[in-house]
């Protein structure tokens, strides 16, 4: 068994998994990738945007604290993440965790909820994207109209950019993995270049105070802001759906989640931190809050460059929510829960490519014609409970299979998983009620899907 220390020493590791077959993935991804992966699929909309509304009208200054409970909360999540992604593996994720630690309903009940978590994340963040490149064409003069640029519900026909990145990115995870991979690190090298140049240029026009006062919302502003700014930090989960093509799993996915995590959480802490240093929070409620606080101390060209790294940082968040997307689906389908046309490796690419283009057609219908660009709690509910679930499949596995858990174990046990399930039920409990609402009519849909289909085919029951 490996302890945290001896995990970042290990060099040779016996892998989980047989080599590919025509029916498996490719196995090219290594730590680094999967660092950059998480980082690709964390820093987004909830730094680029989020950071200013919480800011605004939650939080205040202390919207650094809302982060670091947030952190905090996906920290634990992570470690019990590692442990159940090294030690049971499979590109279903915390589906797969579930299946192995709590029997297929519960199983299937979060893998229905993380199809929900990705979807949505891509579908999104697709709108968030398409404003931010709509907004940067108006600034060079090439305006797009009305009709292509939104949806029916805001005076358009359709969101025509949301729906191409989407397709784009259709293109870019059929061809192959480690192409998408590649793509996605020079897309992570851009958006932390424009984040250090933002954090180089507004570490000069701190004024302390503007951080006075500093939580003017008070506990209960900063708790609901730490369960709106939690989006921020989803993403390092998508990793764990990497197992199957990750050169050493056991090794390489406790890095790449744990790493891209706090990696994370050390730069949303510096940007909260100068955001709210550099503009009064009363002015950060603003769709693009980081630019904009650029603007406001004169720095157009560097303003320009953050909207740059904003539509870099969204597309890799798209690129890696989409991949465990399709993952998640891949893995539900083989177990006989979806129909077997999910689970289809093309024999050239090893991509399920059918998956790919079904989920991407579906994606991009959503963000072109729906206003769904308010789903963000929608997601963080979801991902809250997968994140709990987690927690408490580290406990059930040890308790149940100890033997199948010796990759990999997260210290102090079982202070941390017990610790991460009180911390996600805290922050889903400062969710808005209307978002259980939703949640709960996307888990029923999903329940009765399953007494009516899947049970009778899976192939545990047969
Ligand atoms: N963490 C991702 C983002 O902030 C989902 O966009």
Request: glycine share 10%; aromatic share 12%; net charge positive.
């Amino acid at each position: 068994m490996m302890t945290l220390k001896e995990l970042f020493r290990t060099k040779s590791i016996q892998d989980m998994e047989e080599p590919p077959s025509g029916k498996s993935l490719r196995r090219c991804l290594h730590a680094f990738d999967l660092v950059l992966l998480g980082i690709g699929a964390i820093i987004g909309a909830g730094v680029f945007v989020l950071t200013g509304v919480v800011a605004a009208t939650k939080a205040g200054p202390a919207v650094v604290i809302s982060y670091l409970l947030a952190g905090f909360a996906s920290a634990l999540a992570a470690l019990a993440y590692a442990e159940l992604a090294a030690n049971i593996g499979g590109c279903g994720s915390a589906y797969t965790y579930a299946y192995v630690g709590f029997g297929e309903l519960i199983a299937w009940i979060i893998g229905w909820d993380l199809l929900l978590e990705y979807g949505m994340s891509v579908s999104t963040v697709a709108i968030g994207w398409s404003g931010y490149v709509i907004n940067g064409l108006q600034a060079v003069g090439l305006g797009l109209p009305n009709a292509i640029a939104h949806n029916p519900f805001a005076g358009g026909i359709i969101n025509l950019p949301a729906v191409l990145i989407i397709l784009i990115l259709t293109a870019l995870l059929s061809i192959g993995v480690k192409q998408s991979a590649r793509f996605n690190s020079i897309i992570v090298l851009v958006k932390l270049a424009v984040i250090c140049l933002f954090v180089v240029v507004a570490a000069f026009y701190v004024q302390v105070k503007n951080w006075q006062p500093f939580a003017p919302f008070g506990w209960d502003g900063i708790v609901r802001g730490a369960a709106l700014v939690f989006f921020a930090y989803i993403g390092f989960d998508a990793v764990s759906t990497t197992a199957e093509e990750a050169v050493k799993p056991a090794r390489d996915l406790p890095i790449g989640i744990l790493f891209s995590v706090v990696i994370c959480g050390f730069v949303y802490l510096i940007v909260a931190g100068l955001v709210t240093g550099i503009v009064p929070y009363t002015e950060l409620n603003v769709a693009s809050p980081i630019a904009h606080a650029l603007l406001v101390i004169g720095h157009n060209v560097a303003a320009g460059f953050i909207a740059l790294g904003a539509i870099a940082g969204l597309t890799s968040v798209m690129l890696v929510m989409y991949y465990g997307l399709t993952r998640v689906f891949l893995a539900m389908s083989r177990d006989h829960l979806l129909p077997p046309v999910f689970s289809r490796i093309h024999p050239t690419t090893l991509t399920p490519v059918t998956v790919i283009i079904y989920s991407g057609i579906v994606m991009a219908i959503i963000a072109g014609l729906t206003p769904i660009n308010e789903a963000v709690e929608l997601v963080n509910i979801g991902t809250l409970l997968a994140f709990i679930l987690v927690c408490a499949g580290v406990i059930v596995l040890r308790w149940k299979r100890p033997e199948l858990t010796t990759k990999f174990r997260l210290p102090f046990y079982p202070i941390l998983p017990l610790l991460g399930i009180i911390f996600c039920l805290y922050l889903m409990f400062h969710l808005p009620l209307v978002t259980w609402g939703r949640f709960a009519i996307w888990l029923l849909i999903g329940i009765a899907i399953y007494f009516f289909y899947s049970r009778n085919r899976s192939l545990l029951q047969r």
